[in-house]
Every structure is written in C-alpha cells, then in structure tokens.
C-alpha cells in the first residue's frame, strides 16, 4: 500500500527550479522521506533523505511541512539530464526490518 | 567498476520454465535486496537479506527463492514462470539498517519477459 501520493507528470524548463511535490499524510514519528530518481531503463537513484528538518545536499533541497504531511524536492536549476522519474519514499518497519515503499512517482520533463 | 551489477540484463522465457537472476556488489555492504517494478512502473520489495540472513519476505509466490551464498550476493530464483512474473527485477544493497546506512544503490536492473 503506497503510503505516498504524487503528481503524475510536471514539465520544468531548463535553467529553472523545478519542484516535484510529495503527500504522506499518514506518516509516522519515525518514518523517514526518502527520494530516488529512475532516469530511463537504469536503476532508482538516491537523492536525498529527510525526518523533519529541511535538508540540502549537491543535487537537490527537500523541504518538509511542519506537520510532516507533505514534503517538496527542489531542483535547483533543471537540466535536461534531470528528465527522470521522481519517486517519494517512506521508509518503514524497526531496526533490522526497514523497507521502503515507493509512491507511484512523478514524471519530470526539463524542456530545453 | 560497477557496483550493483546483475544478470542476465534480458531475460525471455516460456510460461512453465525455471530461471535464476544473479546479482552482485563490491560495495562491502551488509544488506541486500530484490525489487519488482511492473508494467506501471511501480516498485515493490519482494526479499532482503542481511548478512546472508532473510530479513524482510513480503508476500512474494513461494515460486520465488531468493539465495544468499554470502553477503556480496543475492540470487533469486523463478520456478515454474507466469505471464504474470513479466516485470523488471531491481537489486539493491545498502550498507545496513540505520538512517544513512540503509541508503540503496540499485543495479540497472533484469527485464523479464515471459511469453
């Protein structure tokens, strides 16, 4: 059951920040945000990771609500190598049990 | 040097047949795991292992056994195929179970086609 809702396509253009969000109102305490991309026919990538705080790395910003019910991943400046599939994901289960279930993801395409 | 890395990358097979996916990782990671991403593209567990021990065993055919010889490989192996098992295959490792350590690295995947 996916514990996640995302839009199914969004276009960006190139240059600009594209921000891909997520709902995941049933979230518990201690579950986690993960993101991943699937850029076409490769394997899911990791991008970035959150609880409660907001947090920046290289590739992108997660921004989490304060409620945790939803959560926005920015992109600064899309490129058209960032066309992919965006996947919100939370991580369940206790120490030495966690998985991870993916939402239906977001299409993301950077026009040139 | 690529560090998930799976086989077959294709896989065509008739309905009834027995096949074997190979997965490997020179990660030193602890934990393993298969994924199943259907024809909608939505990915789901199916096993993990860590450290040759099954963790996590949702609720998968018993015609899908997973085999860990040691913790750098995670096999799974297909009895009697179904149409149905068409799909592409993920594996994936991490380095174990905490917050960092469970970040995944995914091989580019096996795409099975069962006719």
């Known amino acids: 059951d996916a514990k996640t809702t995302q839009p199914p396509s969004m276009d960006c253009a190139e240059g600009r920040a594209a921000n891909l969000p997520c709902n995941h109102s049933?979230?518990?305490?201690?579950?986690?945000v993960y993101w991943y991309r699937q850029i076409h026919s490769q394997g899911p990538q990791y991008i970035i990771h959150?609880?409660?705080n907001n947090e920046t790395n290289e590739m992108a910003s997660l921004i989490i609500t304060e409620d945790r019910k939803s959560s926005t991943l920015i992109l600064p400046h899309a490129t058209l190598r960032d066309t992919a599939v965006y996947y919100c994901?939370?991580?369940?289960?206790?120490?030495?049990?966690?998985?991870?279930?993916f939402g239906t993801g977001t299409r993301l395409k950077v026009l040139a | 040097d690529t560090a998930v890395s799976q086989t077959p990358k294709y896989l065509v097979t008739q309905m009834g047949n027995d096949k074997s996916i190979k997965c490997e990782q020179n990660?030193?990671?602890?934990?393993m795991y298969w994924y199943k991403q259907d024809s909608k593209k939505f990915l789901k567990i199916m096993f993990s292992?860590?450290?040759?021990?099954?963790?996590i065993n949702e609720t998968v055919p018993n015609r899908f056994s997973p085999k860990s010889p040691d913790k750098a490989h995670l096999n799974l192996h297909i009895n009697s195929l179904e149409l149905g098992d068409s799909a592409v295959y993920f594996c994936?490792?991490?380095?174990?179970?905490?917050?960092?350590?469970?970040?995944?690295?995914f091989g580019a995947g096996t795409r099975l086609s069962v006719l």
């Open positions: 994901i939370v991580r369940v289960g206790t120490s030495g049990t966690y998985k991870y279930i």
């Open positions: 994936a490792s991490s380095q174990g179970q905490g917050v960092v350590r469970n970040i995944q690295y």
């Open positions: 292992y860590n450290n040759k021990e099954l963790i």
């Open positions: 959150g609880l409660k």
């Open positions: 049933t979230i518990s305490g201690n579950e986690y």
């Open positions: 990660l030193g990671h602890d934990t």
